[in-house]
């Protein structure tokens, strides 16, 4: 049975449409390399590995619990999806339809540094954690089993959204960053990345923003959404107040406390 959580969430993304799917970003494929720049991915034996190993186990006791619940949700990327995931922190209801040059900002912005995540995990080829040690995971195997753990594709997106929207929108920077720390840590709660792997990807997209900001189009397009959130903010209508006090007591959870001690 889903929980009250989801379905609030399912609610918010009827309400939107799907967003066009942009295969062209801001930079070119060749202009920049973000493996470079990763640390190695933790190999057999060493410290970070072994950690990882502990926090996949120990953060199967999550399942059946509403943070697993908001993992599961957290699986969607679509634009629709995204935008419902943020709207409580930005403090306003967004969707594609309502907001389509922020679309296209994050859209374009997401497949630069997605693109640069997905060159990273072919290159590192780490295994996922449930491939390592046995364990639930919150979406079927057969979605993730053939792409790699290191860095998180997810969390490289999560990270692109909750950077942009901070930027435009700095009074609600801290429950943007926020939400988009925790859009990572779901991962880790599904069981289908590692913690290094979280890391790696908030990095990742860290440092590939910093290249796609230096070009103009983005900074015409980030001026185009900065101006459509202004007038935004005054029509549309307020997230759910109760969606999102459940949803800010789950992004303070703290994940990595002991077995046995998180709420469920």
């Not at 390592?132 to 999560?158: K, L, N």
């Not at 779901?186 to 900001?213: E, K, Q, Y």
């Not at 900065?226 to 029509?235: C, D, M, P, T």
Request: some cysteine.
């Amino acid at each position: 049975m889903q929980s009250k959580y989801i379905a609030a969430f399912g609610l918010l993304a009827l309400c939107a449409v799907p967003a066009i799917a942009f295969q062209q970003g801001y930079i070119g494929r060749d202009s920049f390399n973000v493996t470079s720049i990763l640390p190695a991915a933790p190999v057999e034996g060493s410290d970070r590995y072994e950690l990882d190993r502990r926090i996949f186990r120990n953060t199967r006791a999550l399942q059946n619990t509403t943070r697993w619940d908001m993992a599961v949700n957290d699986v969607q990327l679509d634009a629709a999806h995204m935008m419902a995931d943020f709207s409580c922190a930005a403090g306003i209801g967004l969707t594609p339809e309502d907001a389509p040059r922020l679309t296209r900002l994050l859209t374009k912005a997401s497949s630069d540094t997605d693109a640069e995540s997905a060159i990273a995990k072919d290159h590192f080829k780490r295994l996922r954690p449930f491939k390592i040690d046995a364990g639930p995971i919150c979406e079927p195997a057969s979605d993730v089993e053939r792409t790699y753990d290191y860095p998180s594709g997810h969390t490289t997106q999560g990270w692109t959204w909750a950077t942009i929207l901070a930027e435009l929108l700095p009074e609600r920077a801290t429950a943007i960053l926020a939400r988009g720390r925790a859009f990572g840590e779901s991962r880790i709660v599904c069981g289908v990345h590692n913690a290094s792997a979280v890391d790696a990807g908030r990095t990742s997209a860290s440092a590939t923003l910093s290249v796609i900001r230096a070009t103009q189009t983005y900074r015409d397009d980030f001026d185009a959404a900065r101006g459509e959130l202004r007038r935004l903010k005054a029509l549309a209508a307020k997230p759910d107040d109760a969606q999102c006090k459940t949803e800010a007591s789950l992004v303070a959870q703290d994940i990595f406390a002991p077995a046995g001690s998180q709420t469920p």
